[in-house]
């Protein structure tokens, strides 16, 4: 059974940073592409960022330059580090398969202020 753990969400003011964790199990985590969602009151949920099993990397424009996703494969756990934070970036953020997902664990929530 696969199982998605987020955490690291929280509240912090424009500018800061702030450090989200997933830790998945039931899967081969290290052959799996992963992504980080999110999803903002109101809107529909959306994709971050991506990473591959062999490391590759991409970036929904919006927070290009900004986050960095990352996995330790030896831990089964994909990160998303976020910088310079916005109030647009305030949303609940999940992680998942990044192109074939599974059910959607509780998320973690970020909430920006100006």
């Known amino acids: 059974q696969v199982q998605l753990a987020e955490s690291g969400g929280g509240d912090v003011q424009a500018g800061g940073s702030l450090r989200l964790s997933c830790v998945a199990s039931?899967?081969?985590?290290?052959?799996?592409?992963m992504g980080w969602y999110r999803q903002a009151p109101g809107k529909q949920r959306e994709v971050v960022a991506r990473i591959h099993a062999v490391g590759s990397k991409t970036y929904a424009d919006s927070v290009m330059g900004r986050f960095i996703i990352s996995r330790d494969n030896a831990k089964n756990t994909v990160y998303l580090q976020m910088n310079n934070l916005e109030p647009e970036d305030t949303a609940v953020y999940y992680c998942?398969?990044?192109?074939?997902?599974w059910g959607w664990g509780q998320g973690t929530r970020v909430t920006v202020s100006s």
């Open positions: 998942n398969g990044a192109y074939d997902t």
């Open positions: 039931g899967f081969t985590f290290a052959t799996k592409a």
